[in-house]
């Protein structure tokens, strides 16, 4: 049985999915100093211009798949290795959308099996396509698509641009009303961890708050949009790293070293506890209840915070700085932040950029010692 009884978290859902960060490979990965902001030196050269490989969609374990077109632009979707065809996806009836399923190991397309599917325009170069969950969840990417089968899974790896991977990120991380200021600091950020480099085996990186969210990217002409192309190619770097910079939803008053939160920097970037004056003014409220066979848990520990969310549920530990108050029911968690409270804050970021604070000023703060670099 579960150990959450009832909850309720007086914060935005959204900024609390979002916020839960997974810590522990990213803390250990993590680096980053500064002072020198005006003329970012160009790094040694990265994989700056080259695709990063994100699987999506992978919490659903889909068993199907429906690749559709999007626009005008023609998809061609073809099998790999020995199994031969190529279906292609150009608007006209009955060639506008393609179910994939998983048959064990194999991705089975019509009468086709093959190891796995491709999708890309009919050149090979990214191409716009639609990506569904049958029932639960449909998303527009811009790349190229790489189908495989996992024990009866179907993975979907979307392999896109930095540029367009940071945007999509920006799009989901940040409210589409943040100020510019605001926005182009989270676009360095979410860079920076992109360009430390790969956290999973099978692609590089999730699209889940275990690396970072992913959504459809916004459009030219919105902020998102501006902020990434104003910052094109920066990043956050320490002892000239690219820094896998980590950030949450709302520190609670003030941020956190790696030591406070029970982690251990080895040598990398530890973080600082900085005063964080918008959480400070615009306190976050939440509670929750876990059952008394339940196990206390630690406030200001991510690793148990983590285990024991994966447990009860991230809304029953959406930030790590709370009380624990045993009673006749279990125990009464009150908190009053969203997210481990490590790195930029990004209510506080916003906070900041309302009053006219510059983004360079806005990551100095949260990241003191920082380096701002240029990728090649």
Not at 147 to 162: D, F, P
Not at 192 to 203: D, V, Y
Not at 279 to 307: F, G, I, K, T
Request: charge should be positive.
């Amino acid at each position: 049985m579960s150990a959450f009884v009832s909850s309720s978290v007086i914060a935005s859902r959204r900024l609390a999915q979002r916020s839960v960060a997974a810590a522990i490979g990213l803390l250990l990965a993590s680096p980053l100093v500064q002072n020198a902001w005006s003329q970012a030196p160009a790094m040694r050269d990265t994989q700056a211009q080259t695709d990063v490989r994100i699987g999506v969609l992978g919490l659903f374990h889909p068993a199907q798949l429906e690749i559709e077109q999007t626009g005008t632009q023609t998809v061609a979707v073809t099998a790999s290795g020995s199994a031969s065809g190529t279906w292609v996806l150009n608007g006209e009836p009955g060639h506008r959308r393609l179910l994939l399923r998983a048959d064990r190991e194999k991705v089975v397309l019509g009468n086709t099996s093959s190891a796995a599917w491709q999708a890309a325009s009919r050149d090979g170069s990214p191409v716009g396509f639609q990506l569904a969950v049958p029932g639960k969840l449909r998303r527009t990417y811009v790349g190229r698509l790489t189908v495989e089968a996992r024990h009866g899974e179907l993975v979907a790896i979307v392999s896109m641009s930095l540029e367009t991977a940071v945007l999509s990120i920006v799009s989901a991380e940040m409210p589409a009303g943040a100020p510019l200021e605001a926005l182009k600091a989270q676009a360095i950020v979410a860079r920076s961890f992109l360009a430390a480099g790969s956290r999973h085996r099978e692609f590089d990186f999730c699209d889940t708050t275990h690396c970072q969210y992913l959504r459809t990217p916004q459009g030219a002409g919105v902020s998102a949009a501006a902020a990434v192309n104003a910052t094109s190619n920066m990043i956050l770097a320490y002892q000239s790293k690219p820094l896998g910079a980590m950030y949450s939803s709302r520190c609670g008053g003030s941020t956190h070293s790696l030591r406070e939160v029970g982690m251990d920097p080895h040598d990398g970037y530890p973080y600082y506890a900085v005063d964080c004056p918008w959480c400070r003014r615009h306190p976050v409220r939440w509670q929750s209840r876990v059952a008394a066979a339940a196990d206390a848990p630690a406030s200001s520990n991510e690793p148990a915070r983590l285990a024991k969310a994966r447990v009860w549920g991230w809304s029953v530990l959406p930030g790590s700085d709370f009380t624990t108050q045993k009673d006749a029911g279990g125990f009464l968690l009150q908190g009053h932040s969203i997210g481990h409270g490590i790195g930029l804050c990004q209510m506080g970021a916003i906070g900041m950029a309302a009053t006219g604070v510059h983004c360079r000023q806005i990551l100095e703060h949260y990241y003191p010692h920082a380096e701002l670099e240029q990728l090649r």
